[in-house]
C-alpha cells in the first residue's frame, strides 16, 4: 500500500543540527524527495534521493536512504530560523509521476 | 523562466459560481499536476496531465473540471463547490517522472 509516516513536530536549537525520520511502504519508488513549505506558501523542492543512492549531500542538507528498513532522514546542518517551516517527505509508487506525501514534520528553530 | 504561477492568489466563491484557477509555467515542462492541500494536511493529487492529455484523475467530483489548452497552461473549473472544498490548490510541473516544480497556490474559500 502506500503510506508516508513522518514524526510531526521537531524543535532545535539555532545552530544545531536537524534530523527529520521518514518511512515509506513502496519499495518500487525510483525517487524519493523531501519538499519544505513556509506558512501560507506552495512547497519548495530541497532534494531527493535516486533509490539506488544510499546518501546524498547538497551544502547544508544530507539526505540518508536505508532501503532495506525502507527509511528516509533529512538532516540540515547549522539550523538557522529561516529553516523554519513544515518538511514533507514523499515518494513516487511504481515509479509513476504521482507523488505520495508524509504528514509533514513541523520545524521550529529557536535561539 | 523556472517558476510555476498561479493565479489568482486568493479566491472566494459562493456555491453557486463559476470560476477558473490558472496555472502556467515556461520551462518546457510536459507533465502537469493539480494538487488539493487542506489546513494542517500534506497535498493530495488531484490530476495529472502528460503531454496535454489527462492521464491521472484521482477520482475527483465532477465539480472539478481540469483543462490543458497547451503545454504550459493548466487550468482547473470551478462549479457548484461545496464549503468543504475550501483548500489551497497547487499546481506543479515536472520534466519526465521526477522532480516536481510547485506553485504558489490558490487558497480558495467556499461560503
Known amino acids: 500500500g502506500e503510506d508516508v509516516e513522518q514524526s510531526l513536530f521537531l524543535s532545535v536549537r539555532e545552530g544545531d543540527s536537524s534530523v527529520i525520520n521518514c518511512t515509506y511502504t513502496d519499495s518500487s519508488s525510483t525517487y524519493l524527495y523531501w519538499y519544505k513549505q513556509e506558512p501560507g506558501a506552495g512547497l519548495q523542492l530541497l532534494t531527493y534521493i535516486f533509490s539506488n543512492m544510499d546518501m546524498k549531500q547538497d551544502q547544508r542538507l544530507t539526505v540518508l536512504l536505508n532501503k532495506k528498513d525502507k527509511h528516509l532522514s533529512l538532516r540540515i546542518a547549522d539550523t538557522q530560523t529561516g529553516d523554519s517551516a513544515i518538511y514533507f517527505c514523499a515518494e513516487t509508487p511504481g515509479g509513476y509521476n504521482k507523488l505520495i506525501f508524509g504528514a509533514g514534520t513541523r520545524l521550529a528553530v529557536h535561539p | ?111
Open chain 2, 1 to 111: 523562466d523556472t517558476e510555476v504561477t498561479q493565479t489568482p492568489k486568493h479566491l472566494v466563491m459562493g456555491m453557486t459560481n463559476k470560476k477558473s484557477l490558472k496555472c502556467e509555467q515556461h520551462m518546457g515542462h510536459r507533465a502537469m499536476y493539480w494538487y488539493k492541500q487542506k489546513a494542517k494536511k500534506p497535498p493530495e493529487l488531484m490530476f495529472v496531465y502528460s503531454y496535454e492529455k489527462l492521464s491521472i484523475n484521482e477520482s475527483v467530483p465532477s465539480r472539478f473540471s481540469p483543462e490543458c489548452p497547451n503545454s504550459s497552461l493548466l487550468n482547473l473549473h470551478l462549479h457548484a463547490l461545496q464549503p468543504e472544498d475550501s483548500a489551497l490548490y497547487l499546481c506543479a510541473s515536472s520534466d519526465r517522472d521526477n522532480e516536481q516544480f510547485f506553485g504558489p497556490g490558490t487558497r480558495l474559500t467556499v461560503l
